[in-house]
């Protein structure tokens, strides 16, 4: 009787710490499968260009990182680059915050990044937030800049990348 019960607890134990492997094994391949993945080097040479537009207030340059499409869905596009610049006070000094986190859609054959910068200039800091399709097979007009939103902020905002739902640049009075 002693091995029978010593035989039924040893295969419990066996089975319950075995069990647990396999269950935590594929809720991590869910949890992977879920989450974002953070690529610090996809998008750097964007805010590079944007952040050298707002120096030389470039407005063909600031432009030069939007799609064909975004382009095409916002042709007052000048308008909100005209915005930017006049917003836009002081030299630049530092990127104090940067973050960004994509998409893969295999389905698509794309990618998309939502994208954050944070500018210290020497009067104010502003955030420059925006989407981005860095990988676009199925639409080719689509890959660059969907969307950004450039806006004043506390030096020490942190959080999310990524642009408006409307295609171009948020500024009052553009989601008319």
């Known amino acids: 009787m002693k091995k029978l019960i010593l035989s039924v607890l040893l295969f419990l134990l066996v089975a319950s710490s075995t069990g647990c492997t396999i269950l935590n094994d594929s809720q991590s391949s869910i949890e992977n499968d879920d989450k974002l993945i953070i690529d610090q080097t996809s998008t750097k040479n964007t805010s590079d260009v944007l952040i050298q537009a707002l120096e030389t207030n470039d407005a063909e340059l600031f432009k030069s990182v939007f799609s064909e499409q975004t382009l095409k869905l916002q042709p007052d596009i000048d308008e909100g680059i005209k915005y930017i610049f006049n917003i836009f006070e002081g030299d630049n000094l530092e990127i104090v915050y940067e973050?960004?986190?994509?998409?893969?859609?295999?389905?698509?054959?794309?990618?998309?990044?939502?994208?954050?910068?944070?500018?210290?200039t020497t009067e104010k800091c502003y955030s420059l937030t925006w989407t981005e399709w860095v990988q676009q097979e199925t639409d080719p007009s689509a890959q660059g800049v969907y969307s950004l939103i450039f806006e004043e902020c506390e030096e020490d905002q942190r959080g999310a990348g990524g642009g408006d739902l409307l295609a171009g640049i948020y500024y009052p009075g553009c989601e008319t």
């Open 99 to 120: 973050n960004q986190s994509s998409e893969s859609f295999s389905d698509l054959q794309a990618k998309c990044v939502w994208s954050i910068c944070v500018i210290k």
